[in-house]
T-cell receptor, first 115, second 112 residues
Framework: AQTVTQSQPEMSVQEAETVTLSCTYD???????LFWYKQPPSRQMILVIR??????QNATENRFSVNFQKAAKSFSLKISDSQLGDAAMYFC????????????FGKGTLLTVNP | DAGVIQSPRHEVTEMGQEVTLRCKPI?????LFWYRQTMMRGLELLIY????????DSGMPEDRFSAKMPNASFSTLKIQPSEPRDSAVYFC??????????FGSGTRLTVV
């Protein structure tokens, strides 16, 4: 079974600075998808960014980008120019390719943004 | 679109009582998922449906839990009888090929 590990239970960053959240995963598959979700205090799970394993280019969404290292099974999230609204729990998630649509989540990283 | 709608938002019940959580997926989404979130175990998949048919229920903790999807616009997760260890936030999510997964706001269940 696939596992997703987020080794940083908590992180903090100063407003306008850059922070990187770590995620590693274990799989024997070659076709899969990786996601970062944000969960603010409202509880809503919000998709931040998604990466297909077959794509070598790292995904980017505005201030959010990933460093996808397939051989190392690493998928870190970089948040640039951090804003107060970025404060939330961040979850890394894995989905197999093919017809299995189950998402497997890491335990999450609580990000605090200091003014 | 109003997104994935879950009700109730909060539920407090006594041990032994039956609890029913409800979910309305986004119209046109063909997959529906039920997840449970706790501090200890994080987010766990309980069950998911494709076109109203249960595909994988291996995450359902025990026979006290059951889920149904009688039509494309409605699903329920029932716990009978409820126990304090069932206290958690329960999320429903739906998926379509183009837009990926959309989560509801969750139901916070407290069993006392």
């Amino acid at each position: 079974a696939q596992t997703v590990t987020q080794s940083q239970p908590e992180m903090s960053v100063q407003e306008a600075e850059t922070v990187t959240l770590s995620c590693t995963y274990d799989t024997s598959e070659s076709d899969y998808y990786l996601f970062w979700y944000k969960q603010p205090p409202s509880r809503q799970m919000i998709l931040v960014i998604r990466q297909e394993a077959y794509k070598q280019q790292n995904a980017t969404e505005n201030r959010f980008s990933v460093n996808f290292q397939k051989a190392a099974k690493s998928f870190s999230l970089k948040i640039s120019d951090s804003q107060l609204g970025d404060a939330a729990m961040y979850f890394c998630a894995y989905r197999s390719g093919g017809s299995n649509y189950k998402l497997t989540f890491g335990k999450g990283t609580l990000l605090t943004v200091n003014p | 679109d109003a997104g994935v709608i879950q009700s109730p938002r909060h539920e407090v019940t006594e041990m032994g009582q039956e609890v029913t959580l409800r979910c309305k997926p986004i119209s046109g989404h063909d997959y529906l998922f039920w997840y449970r979130q706790t501090m200890m175990r994080g987010l766990e998949l309980l069950i998911y449906f494709n076109n109203n048919v249960p595909i994988d229920d291996s995450g359902m903790p025990e026979d006290r839990f059951s889920a149904k999807m009688p039509n494309a616009s409605f699903s329920t997760l029932k716990i009978q009888p409820s126990e304090p260890r069932d206290s958690a936030v329960y999320f429903c999510a739906s998926r379509d090929r183009a837009y990926g997964y959309t989560f509801g706001s969750g139901t916070r269940l407290t069993v006392v």
